[in-house]
């Protein structure tokens, strides 16, 4: 089957029309020279725009399943509206995401008094916003404590306020229901109609540590949907395993960079510090406004560890880093490997918010990429000021990473921001917040030029799955993963839409 798709608006080429077979772009080219090919089937895109399909090379697949079965805690502005919206939802254990203390005309996060007055009778477990922390109801509570063993970390949980923070989560979570494969096969399935419908055809994905499972459940939930044919997207798994034990486990089993269909084994991926936000950053010096300098996740040589063992045995790393601390951290690391298996990785650091000009020349040395988030500028703007004083002067300088030469991603670490790649895009070429229009943009000089940010946001992430050579761009012999846009303009990117989504040349949405 030869199909041929005409009128076709492409930025930045000269095409305007192509011919997709066997899943591939076999022609790309003017109309003229398409239609002197003998096609099966014309298809006229009426001068809509096509862009290859958006890779998002960071996010959480099952994270993002997994929020669309809560509730959405961003809505209210007051703590008694919430209670009061809240206590009409019939969602039983309930579940909710996304608040923040700041959004509360009450000025203060929520606490266990808050969520018993919502109910007594079920479980009731509400995330922060940043997804580190949660606060649970007094039910909860009892019904996990049933379970006899205690959460992990003492400084990580309080049974007085109801607040349970990183590796404690688990332990309260436990209340939300039984994980089995079926349910983690819906939850992907979810977030793959979401991601497609919002034009994101191939994803970078951190899914291992979303449940207290071993990865080994997780790894096969979601290798039967793609054996079955069930999953359309690109998942490159980052693979969060941060027990040595377990990574050993990982590399003995043969999972090193295995290829199913779509469903690939990527790079090792850690959680190395916290976030801004939450001013848990790890930071060279303290915050300006808390008298901390934030938290290292593992002391350096459990990191280097961690690193080394992953990079002799042929796989990459991906590193969540964002304070300059812990990039100084990653940087000896990285520098501290062998260079003979160093030499042929793609290593990275995802975020890198913090990192400076000479860290940034660094990461050029020792060929680590930026998997960078423009959109986080959008809740961020207005924290830098007050969290880093004149240090916020060299932050987010992702234009400045991508102009080096550092292999610079752009995503949206979905669901800690929306997936819509069109607000990740504006934000990125403007860096101007959507969500807080009248502030001025921050360091616009690092805006991204569209047709960089493009790249960065299709072609450049192939690079880290091995596949720059056939993905992310719409040429001949490239696979043929390409969506329809209506109103895609360079200044009013915030009113784009996707129409269709293809992946090798299926329909996988239409609006
Ligand atoms: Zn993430």
Known sequence: MKKAYINAHIPFSNANAFIVEKGRFTHVGSKQSILKQTIDEIIDLNNYTVLPGFHDSHLHVLGIGKSMNMEDLSLDDTIDKLIKRMQSSDKNPLIGRGFHEGQFQE?????????NKISTKKPIVFYRVCGHMVVANDKAIELAKAS????????????????????????????????????????????????????VTAVGSDDFAM?????????????ELDIDGKLKLRILEQA??????????FIDKKYVNRTFNRYRMG??????????????AFMREPYADANTKGIRVFPKETLAALITTADQAGMDSAVHGIGDAIIDDLLDVYESLDPATR???????????????????????LNVGAQTQPIFLNSDIPVLEPALGDRRFETYLFNTMYQSGIKTTISTDAPVEAINPFDNLYVAT????????????????????????????THVPAYFSYQEHELGKIQKGFLADFIVVKNFKKDRL??????????????????
């Open 107 to 115: 000025n203060r996060s929520l606490t266990k008094i808050d969520l």
């Open 148 to 199: 006899r063993t205690l959460p992990k970390g003492e400084n990580n949980y309080d049974f007085e306020t109801g607040i349970f923070k990183e590796e404690a989560i688990a332990w309260i979570m436990q209340v939300s229901g039984k994980i089995t494969k079926a349910r983690i096969q819906e939850e992907v399935l979810l977030a793959q109609e979401a991601l497609l419908a919002n034009g």
């Open 211 to 223: 449940y207290d499972v071993d990865f080994e459940m997780i790894l096969e939930a979601i290798q």
């Open 240 to 249: 969060n395993i941060p027990k040595l034990e377990n990574l050993k486990r």
């Open 267 to 280: 790079p090792l991926k850690l959680l190395a510090d916290g976030s801004l936000g939450a001013r848990s």
């Open 343 to 365: 030499s042929d990785k793609r290593h990275s650091i995802i975020h890198a918010q913090l990192a400076d000009k000479a860290q940034i020349a660094r990461m050029l040395a």
């Open 430 to 457: 403007t860096r101007k917040s959507i969500k807080h229009k009248n502030l001025e943009p921050f360091l616009p000089e690092e805006a991204f030029d569209l047709k960089d940010a493009l790249d960065a946001y």
């Open 494 to 511: 915030l009113e784009a839409k996707v129409l269709t989504t293809y992946i090798e040349g299926e329909q996988v949405y239409q609006s």
